[in-house]
């Protein structure tokens, strides 16, 4: 079996069984081929001596690619030697770089405050222009319910309902999740919503389809400018952080969170655990159960 065969096997198995999103499937592909290039169309055959010299040559490579790199190879032999194409797994060759998980980017109460009275500045002015009602609606969107920048741009124009406060939404690998809606953010793309058009089948169109990731990250870092925040800090993804870390301080329960980001692995979820210790402090002396018991002792 040659390794292109080999290859394209394995991603529709990753995309019929695992769910993987396009974007996934599209990185295996990339690092697969180029393994096999590599190693002159023997990666489907390769041995541990070949991954090892295939290794070799991430020398210069970050920790982060070549762990991304490794991690696609030993998910392709695994696959190999459960469908029965090989007997032997050579994946064990490969290297196991120890990463330290980089916490996210984020915003604190006194940013997201200043980018909400930047919009509302706008919004003041007379007469509204259209497109200032379509920020406060993908701002609103972004921070109070912690939609990915694909989500929020291909939403269909019916989606968000002013008597409903939540959407079903299919996230990544095809998954569906409840998002919670806000009373306001329901207000702001009512807003927005009078001015488009009822035949237009997404929420924020732009030409025959929607308004790009491309150009809502250009929308963010205009308006982060405007509230005096450095542009280079601020990203659609850093409001989805920053919506899950004020959750957090604010209570939520880990569970809940992981829910309504859509992660799969609440591992993924735990990223937002970087609270301040003043805050968990301050959380346990609230709601621990034994802390009226002490106070009335006291």
Not at 151 to 174: A, N, Q, T
Not at 246 to 252: I, K, P, T, V, Y
């Amino acid at each position: 079996m040659s390794d292109a065969t080999a290859i394209e096997r394995f991603l529709e198995m990753m995309a019929a069984q695992a769910g993987a999103a396009a974007n996934t499937l599209a990185a295996y592909r990339r690092d697969l081929m180029l393994a096999s290039a590599a190693l002159d169309g023997g990666l489907a055959t390769a041995d541990c001596a070949a991954l090892e010299r295939l290794a070799d040559g991430w020398g210069e490579l970050s920790k982060a690619t070549v762990a991304r790199k490794a991690a696609a190879l030993r998910r392709f032999f695994g696959y190999l030697v459960d469908d029965g194409d090989r007997r032997d797994d050579p994946s064990p060759a490969l290297p196991r770089p120890g990463m330290k998980r980089s916490l996210p980017r984020t915003l604190d109460h006194g940013d997201v405050e200043r980018l909400f009275a930047a919009i509302a500045a706008r919004l003041a002015r007379e007469p509204v222009i259209a497109t200032d009602l379509r920020l406060s609606a993908l701002f609103e969107l972004l921070y109070g319910s912690g939609l990915r920048a694909t989500e929020l741009v291909s939403l269909p124009r019916g989606s968000i309902h002013p008597d409903r406060p939540f959407l079903i939404l299919k996230g990544k690998g095809g998954r569906e999740r409840l998002v919670p809606i806000s009373d306001r953010a329901r207000a702001a793309v009512a807003a927005w919503r009078a001015h488009v058009a009822t035949d237009r089948a997404y929420l924020f169109p732009s030409g025959a389809t929607h308004i790009s990731r491309v150009r809502l990250f250009q929308l963010v870092r205009t308006l982060a400018a405007e509230a005096g925040i450095a542009p280079e800090r601020i990203s659609p993804h850093v409001l989805r952080h920053a919506f899950a870390t004020h959750l957090l301080e604010g209570g939520a329960d880990l569970r809940a969170l992981q829910t309504m980001l859509g992660h799969a692995d609440i591992a993924t979820t735990e990223i937002y655990t970087h609270v301040d210790s003043r805050r968990l402090v301050e959380l346990v002396n609230e709601r621990h159960p034994l802390v009226d018991a002490l106070r009335n002792r006291a």
